[in-house]
């Protein structure tokens, strides 16, 4: 199989790195959908909703929320699920139960107001509890937030800067300054952040997929993978290092079925990921392909 064709599809893969039921009665599949209320969710700069199956604890998928709190899973298999909101670097805020089915109503999940002085229920880092945040760095990652949402970049990479130097030992602030730069493209120093953030807390899967994102972007395509790599050693289920691995992989050796078995784990989360298998899979027959 050449990699030719491929090769401008995996450069922009590369690139861009970094509930309603409705029946489909032959797969006992249905839509979930729903939105998150409350909780000032413009405090944070980015949440994802997993759902993970009740029977085993397998994570069935993962999806980014949209800016007005809305998440969309387009085929969830009916049963009963645990429902979490957690932070892009792996924080849980909110944790719930719910069932899904071919009569399932639009799902609201409402959160609670967020306490970044204090450790919420679920995963929190050693670090968070080693150093806890002081009140005005605290303000500056609320207003730091708030203008990466309203998409002021440069504004929020200040404000976050400025925590930093409060805070230099702190996790989250570096991954926030992170994301920041990579969505202004600044690759560069968003892979710096990164780092700060991954020595910080080695363990975090969400951190090492971030990095190899911002590594692949740059070129530093061993970098990338590896990071990737550890990410899913970590969790194989995230979303993000699927990307990023699949993404490599299509654009190094042209394996198509290896690629588009990493990039349909991403397709829910992140757009390009579902364009590039829609793109793939309507011209190759592969048993990675959706059916």
């Known amino acids: 199989m050449k990699a030719v064709p491929y090769v401008c599809l995996a450069a922009a893969l590369l690139v861009g790195a970094h509930a309603h039921a409705q029946l489909n009665s032959s797969r006992g599949l249905s839509e979930f959908n729903?939105?998150?209320?409350?909780?000032?969710?413009?405090?944070?700069s980015g949440?994802?909703?997993?759902?993970?199956?009740?029977?085993?604890?397998?994570?069935?998928?993962?999806?980014?929320?949209?800016?007005?709190?809305?998440?969309n899973f387009r085929a969830i298999p009916h049963?009963?699920?645990?429902?979490?909101?957690?932070?892009?670097?792996?924080?849980?805020?909110?944790?719930?139960?719910?069932?899904v089915g071919p009569s399932s109503m639009p799902f609201e999940f409402r959160m609670p107001s967020p306490q970044l002085s204090k450790p919420g229920s679920g995963t929190v880092s050693v670090e968070q509890l080693k150093h806890?945040?002081?009140?005005?760095?605290?303000?500056?990652?609320?207003?730091?937030?708030?203008?990466?949402?309203?998409?002021?970049?440069?504004?929020?990479?200040a404000r976050f800067q400025e925590a930093a130097k409060d805070a230099p030992d702190c996790?989250?602030?570096h991954a926030e300054l992170g994301m920041a730069f990579s969505r202004m493209g600044a690759w560069d120093d968003a892979t710096a952040e990164y780092r700060t953030a991954v020595a910080l807390e080695p363990r975090n899967s969400m951190l090492?997929?971030?990095?190899?994102?911002a590594l692949a972007a740059t070129d530093r395509i061993d970098e990338a993978e590896r990071e990737a790599q550890v990410a899913l050693k970590m969790d194989s289920a995230n979303p993000?290092?699927?990307?990023?691995?699949?993404?490599?992989?299509?654009?190094?050796?042209?394996?198509l079925a290896e690629a588009v078995s990493h990039l349909v784990v991403a397709q829910d989360v992140i757009p390009s990921?579902?364009?590039?298998?829609?793109?793939?899979?309507?011209?190759?027959?592969?048993?990675?392909?959706?059916?």
Do not use: W
Request: proline content about 2%.
């Open 240 to 255: 993000r290092a699927h990307y990023v691995l699949g993404s490599i992989i299509l654009r190094r050796r042209g394996a």
């Open 79 to 99: 049963g009963d699920y645990q429902v979490r909101v957690v932070t892009v670097y792996g924080n849980e805020l909110a944790s719930t139960v719910t069932a």
């Open 47 to 71: 949440l994802i909703v997993e759902v993970s199956n009740l029977r085993d604890h397998s994570v069935q998928g993962r999806v980014d929320v949209a800016s007005d709190g809305s998440f």
């Open 208 to 213: 090492h997929s971030n990095l190899g994102a």
């Open 171 to 173: 996790m989250q602030v």
């Open 34 to 44: 729903g939105h998150l209320k409350e909780g000032n969710l413009g405090s944070y």
């Open 273 to 291: 990921a579902k364009a590039a298998v829609e793109k793939i899979c309507s011209s190759k027959r592969l048993a990675s392909c959706p059916e």
């Open 132 to 157: 806890p945040l002081s009140k005005q760095v605290r303000k500056l990652l609320a207003a730091g937030h708030r203008l990466a949402k309203e998409q002021h970049y440069g504004e929020a990479v």
